[in-house]
């Protein structure tokens, strides 16, 4: 039987951990004297005759538009539509539970994308009863810059003119400066013996891998990892692409540690000395792996080059190899003839009774997941480092449109339903929780993408402001972030209290943060940089604004166990928790300014605001000699909280 978790999958990504092999709709055995039973397929699904309706809406019972050459559900899940007469009777049970899900699926998505719409076609359709109407609203409301309606990156808030008031001048140079740093230099003289490679030792550093890196993007197959490793390890090591991946694996694992290991006082393993030595060892080999023809091979090593650079706080060498990890991907035959391409694979993904195809790279589920996973892990990395900096010849958009359309495919092992403490089993239950994170993970940023799409594209209607207009729509953004939250399965909840998080729900978590960070932004933002102070008749508005506040407080406490986990995030981690720390600085200066003129302020600062700053200077105090960032940012918060310490909160 599938286990609870399996009925509480994130929106988007349900249908794609059923496990048709233990669905909870089998039929149980007949009872002693009973009759014979029918087949399961003829249990679960009369045999019917065919009408008009085709077989991806018949397999679901609905009814079918008929629309030639696709019907309009087809058409919205990608699914490929064929219309011809098919016998249904062969189905199980688990088949058609998929097919159902794939209308939860749709309904799901087509809430949040019909929620969107109807905001920004308000304003289309109010203008289009003539020119009049359109006149008085470029009257009434001026062009927003769009641009400040989605968080802010470190350097243009250091900017702010709040912070020139405090006396701190503009900063936002010397911040741009400090994340040049320039990448490390591989030592040609590091070298990695047979000695380095001893069975017991490698062991101890695969598992490590598997256990706190490969967690978070499942883009190895485990089991071919090991047997590859114990094959050079016997046999030594080569200089082929086989061998750079092995090493990578070896260095990250050197690098990993328990999440809660920070808390035993010791700031990273024994084994780090060995990372940069195995890294260096790959690195020699990272450009023989384009003698061979396997692209996944070469994607896979670039993508764990940055998976280390950003571990060891050297984004700019690890933005440039998840650059190249997507390079490799071109040749991926579910990227090739972008605008087709996709839309095939789609289908193919999800008309779950279609025979095989007939493509090559189709007919290996393994390659397809392979593919999959190395372009989204390596797609989302990148967009996250280029969010770090700010590109000179990368011009920042005011929302990415180049979204993936798929979900990576779960190889068939992470669908069993195991648990752990059975042997053997285990690592089929890493992969599992790997997995599910991982779909969790990426069906938030889909959100993420829609609400700030939606925030961005928004148009106020009647008479209310912009802010007033968008303060009324911001409870359907905050609807639909908390049913994510509600939807995640079990093994990834996030019900429970932050302190009891492992290291995927303690991600996930931060990720939610993110996302209600989006959420108040543009309250936030006006708030600091210039509300009219008249807005005790603004309830709705001044209520986001602490929500807002409260939000970034609730950042730093939340992260406040993993300052000390050195891990592939740790980097973005510091980013978003000296971002929040620098907004409430911002806005307890700002009530501090209006205070001085003597200005009633209409809200204050929330409870704990003071520790939570205290929090991230001390982060940036442990992290100081490794990130230049740290070492800066120590120096602006220690000067700017000295300015507000004294203001009190609410």
Same mark, same amino acid.
Request: net charge negative.
């Given at each position: ?23 909870? $709709? ?64 062969? $189905? ?165 540690? !328990? ?42 090593? $670039? ?33 090739? =003839? ?72 779960? !190889? ?11 042997? =053997? ?11 599910? $994170? ?14 700030? =799409? ?197």
């Amino acid at each position: 039987m599938a286990s609870s978790e399996d009925q509480a999958l994130p929106l988007q990504t349900q249908h794609l951990n059923e496990n048709p092999n233990s669905s909870p $709709f089998e039929l149980l055995p007949a009872e002693v004297g009973e009759k014979r039973p029918l087949p399961r397929g003829t249990a679960s699904y009369p045999r019917k005759r065919a009408v008009t309706a085709c077989q991806v809406c018949r397999a679901r019972r609905t009814k079918c538009d008929n629309r030639k050459p696709t019907c309009s559900f087809c058409l919205k899940v990608g699914a490929r539509c064929i219309q011809s007469p098919v016998d249904l009777s062969s $189905f199980d049970p688990a088949s058609l539970k998929l097919l159902e899900r794939l209308d939860e699926v749709e309904l799901a998505i087509g809430k949040c994308q019909s929620a969107i719409e109807s905001i920004g076609s308000r304003f289309n359709n109010n203008t289009s009863s003539g020119t009049e109407s359109s006149s008085f609203r470029r009257a009434v409301y001026p062009d927003i810059d769009r641009t400040r309606l989605l968080p802010a990156s470190i350097k243009t808030i250091c900017q702010w003119p709040t912070f020139e008031t405090a006396g701190l001048g503009q900063t936002g140079g010397e911040f741009a400066a400090s994340t040049s740093a320039s990448p490390a230099e591989i030592d040609t003289g590091s070298t990695v013996s047979i000695d380095d490679l001893q069975p017991r030792f490698t062991k101890l550093l695969l598992d490590n891998f598997f256990q706190y890196i490969h967690v978070k993007n499942p883009v190895l197959d485990e089991t071919r990892t090991r047997r590859m490793v114990f094959r050079l390890c016997m046999d030594g090591l080569d200089w082929s692409a086989e061998a750079c991946l092995v090493l990578l694996v070896l260095a990250l694992g050197a690098t990993a540690t !328990p999440f809660e290991y920070p808390k035993s006082g010791m700031k990273d393993p024994e084994t780090l000395p060995y990372a940069r030595t195995f890294y260096n060892a790959a690195q020699k080999r990272l450009w023989a792996s384009f003698s061979g023809s396997n692209r996944a091979l070469q994607g896979q090593c $670039f993508f764990l080059s940055g998976v280390y650079a950003t571990t060891m706080f050297q984004p700019e060498t690890a933005w440039r190899f998840f650059l190249q990890a997507l390079a490799c991907c071109q040749g991926f035959q579910l990227l090739r =003839n972008a605008n087709s391409s996709l839309e095939s694979w789609h289908a193919q993904t999800l008309n779950l009774h279609e025979s095989p195809s007939s493509d090559p790279s189709a007919s290996s589920p393994s390659i397809n997941t392979t593919e999959q996973t190395i372009y989204w892990s390596a797609w989302k990395s990148e967009r996250e480092l280029r969010g770090y900096y700010e590109m000179c010849d990368f011009p920042p958009s005011v929302v990415d449109l180049g979204y993936p359309l798929f979900f990576p495919t779960p !190889p068939v092992a992470a669908e069993n339903d195991v648990s752990p403490g059975m042997g =053997n089993d285990e690592m089929q239950y890493r992969e599992r929780l790997s997995w599910y $994170f991982y779909l969790s993970e990426i069906s938030l940023r889909r959100l993420s993408f829609c609400i700030s =799409n939606g925030i961005v594209k928004f148009e106020p209607t009647g008479e209310d402001s912009f802010l007033d207009g968008l303060a009324k729509e911001t409870p359907v953004y905050e609807a639909q972030a908390e049913e994510w939250a509600m939807r995640l399965p079990r093994i990834v909840s996030i019900a429970g209290p932050p302190d009891e998080d492992d290291i995927c729900r303690f991600v996930l978590r931060g990720h939610l943060v993110n996302l209600y960070e989006i959420i108040y932004w543009p309250f936030i933002d006006a708030f600091i940089n210039g509300v009219p102070a008249d807005g005790a008749d603004r309830p709705l508005l001044w209520s986001l604004v602490r929500k807002g506040l409260e939000n970034h407080v609730a950042r730093l406490w939340v992260n406040e166990p993993g300052y000390k986990h050195r891990h592939h995030g740790t980097l973005f981690l510091l980013h978003s928790c000296n971002r929040s720390a620098l907004i409430l600085i911002a806005a307890a200066a700002s009530l501090k300014h209006r205070l001085d003129q003597g200005i009633q302020p209409n809200l204050f600062m929330p409870a704990r605001w003071h520790e939570a700053v205290r929090l991230a200077i001390e982060m940036n105090r442990y992290w100081v000699m490794e990130s230049a960032d740290s070492q800066y940012l120590l120096q602006i918060l220690e000067k700017a909280y000295a300015y507000v310490q004294h203001l009190e909160s609410q």
